[in-house]
């Protein structure tokens, strides 16, 4: 019965940057791999960053050089640094282990728009 917990979300400009936090309610981001998760209006969702326990990184293609992806596994914590922010972005950003195995959360919205 984990609990993921996601926030940071805004609106913001093009151009612009946020950052995601998860917090979850065990210690598990040293035993799973953990991701942000993204789905836009009449989107699938996907896996945009995923973070091993071993600390192997990928990125969905769209956003290698803008995202980055880390975790404080004393802080229980997962962050999703995202710069040079596009509209396309735009999305309810939710974490879960990578694959995913707990229940999803409410998730973040992220909105990118002049």
């Known amino acids: 019965q984990v609990q993921v917990v996601e926030s940071g979300g805004d609106l913001v400009q093009p151009g612009g940057s946020l950052r995601l936090s998860c917090a979850a309610s065990?210690?598990?981001?040293?035993?799973?791999?953990m991701g942000w998760y993204r789905q836009a209006p009449g989107k699938q969702r996907e896996l945009v960053a995923g973070?091993?326990?071993?600390?192997?990184?990928k990125y969905v293609s769209s956003v290698v050089g803008r995202f980055t992806i880390s975790r404080d596994n004393a802080k229980n914590t997962v962050y999703l640094q995202m710069n040079s922010l596009k509209p396309e972005d735009t999305a309810v950003y939710y974490c879960?282990?990578?694959?995913?195995?707990?229940?999803w959360g409410q998730g973040t919205q992220v909105t990118v728009s002049s």
């Open positions: 879960n282990g990578a694959p995913r195995v707990f229940d």
């Open positions: 973070i091993t326990n071993d600390g192997t990184i």
């Open positions: 065990g210690n598990i981001f040293s035993i799973y791999g």
